[in-house]
Nanobody, 125 residues
Framework: QVQLVESGGGLVQAGGSLRLSCAASGRTFSGYAMSWFRQAPGKEREFVAA????????VYADSVKGRFTISRDNAKTTVYLQMNSLKPEDTAVYYCAARQVAGWGGTRLYDYDYWGQGTQVTVSS
């Protein structure tokens, strides 16, 4: 079992920044590829960013490329999502997810084994 707890969400003006954190506990963190997803009201949950087990590979959705950065600290068993130049359309509940797989975890949410409870990000215009 892996327990994931997100934090760092909040209300920010357009153009601002936030850093989300996802703290993991349980099984060996470095054995899991990690990703961030988000879900806006009335929409399906969508892929945002992924990072491989070692942190050497990252993948981003086109909508956040160049603005968001995913990173991880295996010693602290934490994955981060630095979000810059935020837009109102980034408003959503953000979830971290873990998948025990080599490489990166992919974009399909059903492939992931563990999920956090989510943290709300609201971007005002």
């Amino acid at each position: 079992q892996v327990q994931l707890v997100e934090s760092g969400g909040g209300l920010v003006q357009a153009g601002g920044s936030l850093r989300l954190s996802c703290a993991a506990s349980g099984r060996t963190f470095s054995g899991y590829a990690m990703s961030w997803f988000r879900q806006a009201p009335g929409k399906e949950r969508e892929f945002v960013a992924a990072i491989s087990r070692s942190g050497g590979s990252t993948v981003y959705a086109d909508s956040v490329k160049g603005r968001f950065t995913i990173s991880r600290d295996n010693a602290k068993t934490t994955v981060y999502l630095q979000m810059n130049s935020l837009k109102p359309e980034d408003t959503a509940v953000y979830y971290c997810a873990a998948r025990q797989v080599a490489g990166w975890g992919g974009t399909r949410l059903y492939d992931y084994d563990y999920w956090g409870q989510g943290t709300q990000v609201t971007v005002s215009s």
